[in-house]
């Protein structure tokens, strides 16, 4: 061991390792790359995010936040938007999940 550091363990299950051909293949936001990898749902996404799942411009997006018709939460100074309060205001349904 260099340094004295200790080896840090990857946030991954030890059963799906990742190679290097894998990690060149993470696309710019690596957070949501890894929750799908993991097969987690994000609950949050950005606002420019949900624009495109919406077919709306950041002005609307922004009436829509103001008025209450969409949750978001302040994170430092990002404000993202809960992707349950895009589905209900667009009239989807979540797909349930297994187990539930």
């Given at each position: ?7 840090v ?19 710019h ?14 609950i ?21 936040i103001?008025?209450g ?15 349950e309060?895009i589905q209900?205001?667009a ?10």
């Amino acid at each position: 061991m260099e340094g004295g550091k200790t080896p840090v363990s990857p946030p991954f299950p030890p059963d799906r390792s990742i190679s290097r051909s894998h990690l060149s293949a993470i696309p710019h936001n690596p957070v949501r790359w890894i929750a799908e990898y993991i097969n987690v749902d994000p609950i949050l996404c950005s606002q420019a995010e949900a624009g495109r799942m919406l077919a709306i411009g950041k002005t609307k997006l922004g009436e829509l936040i103001a008025q209450g018709e969409l949750e978001s939460v302040r994170i430092g100074s990002r404000r993202l938007v809960r992707i349950e309060s895009i589905q209900n205001l667009a009239g989807v349904t979540p797909e349930k999940q297994e187990g539930s």
